[in-house]
């Protein structure tokens, strides 16, 4: 048995024990869009404790009724029919009330297109419209965009993330919306919207997602969010571009130091230009950052003759003979560069020949 077909089983258990359960969501969605999904969110009337009684499940987002079911060899989040609480901070609900009624359900979820229901048949329920809004390639919120977006500000991100994914147009009322009410993205975790950052970098459509989000001056929101001459970029890309830039990155990234080490060593290697060598020092993150910067096939990386110096056939040790303590790095750097560069071949009698050479000539 399948995944989909584990997960309407799942339904079934929960509809012969008195409870409403369908799918919900980014896979029945993704369905009627024929795109693979691998992700199937499960909703109910059951309360996490009633679903626990009636299969292997892991404690999750209790909070906010969810637990991953474990069935069948699958998981299957699912969450208890729920209707939203009083959002005061423009992020989270303060409460959650769970509900018995799924028009409750569908009502407290983002756009129209992910609030479309699968039943334990496979049948399609939709309740909003949203097969229409799916033909005319349209993202628009369930009610209000102003109170929507209010109540969870991320929602404005998880909209150009969507456009990215499905190449979809936004709304007229959603769009303006997402203009005027920009600002309050300020009072959302940079975990959060990291996420979505990485969902437009990777969309089939982040040519048109990007143009949106500068188009709606998201930008400014956001610290180190110049615009490139392209859209066709990742997230990584526009902070490697700021760095080029300006020199600087901002503490909101919240990245690791190892993290910038690279987008540095990145930035000096294209400041240094693309060559052999250049990117054996830069090392292999910062190449495929540059390479993936520059639109350059990443091959270039992988034809390099040595990618380390742990790759040339000769080591200090074999140096001992040949050449000073001190000078041992320098040369070790030299016969990599006539590796690299294709002067030498990375055979140990040849180097050590090279060495000497070096040794008597420096
Ligand atoms: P993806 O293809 O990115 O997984 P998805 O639609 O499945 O898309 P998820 O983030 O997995 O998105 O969320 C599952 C469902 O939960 C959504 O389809 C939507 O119905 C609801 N949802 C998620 N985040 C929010 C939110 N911030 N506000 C309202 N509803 C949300
Ligand atoms: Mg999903």
Redesign the pocket.
């Known amino acids: 048995m399948d995944y989909l077909e584990s997960s309407l089983e799942v339904l079934k258990i929960l509809n012969n024990n008195n409870f409403d359960a369908f799918i919900?969501?980014?896979?029945v969605?993704?369905y009627l869009l024929n795109i693979k999904?691998n992700?199937i969110?499960l909703t109910s009337s059951a309360t996490p404790s009633e679903v626990s009684k009636l299969f292997k499940t892991i404690p999750t987002g209790i909070k906010y009724g969810t637990v991953l079911i474990d069935y069948n060899g699958f998981k299957f989040e699912h969450?208890t029919f729920r209707k939203d609480g009083l959002y005061n901070d423009s992020r989270h609900p303060e409460e959650i009330e769970f509900s018995k009624n799924i028009l409750e359900d569908i009502k407290?979820?983002?756009?129209t297109i992910?609030?479309l229901l699968m039943d334990k048949d496979k049948n399609i329920i939709d309740y909003l419209d949203a097969k229409k809004d799916l033909d005319n390639k349209i993202i628009k919120t369930i009610g209000n965009p102003n109170d929507?977006f209010n109540?969870?500000a991320?929602?404005m991100l998880?909209c150009i993330?969507?456009v990215s994914?499905l190449g979809f147009d936004i709304e007229d009322g959603t769009y303006k919306s997402i203009y005027e009410n920009k600002d309050l993205l300020r009072n959302v975790s940079i975990e959060r919207i990291r996420i979505e950052f990485d969902?437009i970098s990777n969309g089939c459509f982040r040519k048109k997602a990007w143009e949106l989000f500068y188009k709606l001056k998201l930008n400014e929101i956001f610290p180190n969010m110049l615009e490139l001459k392209t859209y066709d970029v990742s997230i990584r890309d526009i902070l490697i571009y700021n760095l080029v830039e300006t020199g600087e990155i901002s503490d909101f990234w919240m990245l690791s130091k190892q993290e910038i080490r690279n987008l540095n060593k990145c930035v000096n290697l294209l400041k240094n230009g693309i060559n052999n060598y250049n990117m054996f020092i830069s090392g292999y993150t910062a190449s495929i950052y540059a390479l993936t910067y520059l639109k350059l096939d990443l091959k270039l990386w992988d034809n390099l003759k040595i990618k380390s110096l742990k790759d040339l056939n000769i080591n200090g040790n074999d140096l001992v003979d040949v050449v000073s303590k001190n000078k041992r790095g320098d040369c070790l750097n030299h016969l990599a560069k006539l590796v690299i560069d294709g002067k030498v071949k990375n055979e140990k009698d040849e180097l050590l020949e090279e060495a000497y050479r070096w040794n008597t000539s420096a």
């Open positions: 919900v969501g980014g896979f969605r993704d999904s992700d969110d969450t407290r979820r983002d756009f992910n609030a929507r109540e969870d991320l929602r998880r993330s969507f994914k969902k």
